[in-house]
């Protein structure tokens, strides 16, 4: 997690073609991003399945027949709007939604039951301390997973204030601009 770029890691015996790639979803512009890299993949290994997983779960609401509808209404809203923004590559990315309290676990489970021979997800790159404290859903599942899997961690994902100020990917080729 601490690493300054993308990693794969593969088990040892894993099976190198890419069939069906797993990509854990929040709706978010950076699972976009992360959807996008999968479909990349899935474009360079002739036409893999993408399946995009989204786990949900909320304490808060005491569930009933009617509800699990609205809930699904929202999902195929924002999963087609996350799709306007991802280059699919003329690929169909399956949809898929899953309730469970454990995410990682829930990752693994669909993994297993839909043979994906590799999961792709983002990583914020954060702090080691507040990695620490927060925990992370991409590192939870690199841990328990038994499948290849390819954390996506985006420029400045990991760049300090300082960082920023002096990169010329961030800042532009002019310079900084004050005022």
């Known amino acids: 997690m601490k690493a300054p770029c993308s990693v794969w ?22 699972s976009a991003d992360v959807l996008d890299v999968a479909a990349s993949l899935a474009d360079l290994a002739g036409g ?14 005491t569930t009933f ?6 809930l699904r209404g929202q999902e195929q809203q924002s999963f087609a709007k996350l799709l306007e923004s991802v280059d699919a590559r003329g690929l169909e990315i399956e949809p898929l939604f899953v309730e469970s309290a454990n995410v990682p676990h ?3 489970r669909v993994a297993e039951e839909r043979q994906c021979d590799l999961i ?26 038994r499948k290849p ?27 900084p601009r004050f005022g």
Do not use: W
């Open 9 to 30: 890691m593969a088990p040892d015996g894993s099976d190198p073609r890419l069939r069906r790639i797993l990509v854990p979803i929040d709706f978010s512009a950076a």
């Open 48 to 61: 893999s399945e993408c399946l995009a997983l989204h786990v949900y779960f909320n304490p808060a609401v």
């Open 65 to 70: 027949d009617e509800y699990d509808a609205v």
């Open 106 to 108: 829930a990752i693994e």
């Open 120 to 145: 792709v997800m983002g990583t914020r790159g954060r702090s080691r301390s507040s990695a620490i404290l927060l925990g992370s859903e991409t590192e939870q599942t690199i841990i328990e997973t």
């Open 149 to 175: 899997l390819l954390a996506v961690k985006h420029f400045g994902s990991q760049l300090g204030l300082l960082g920023a100020l002096l990169d010329k990917q961030v800042i532009g080729k002019k310079g």
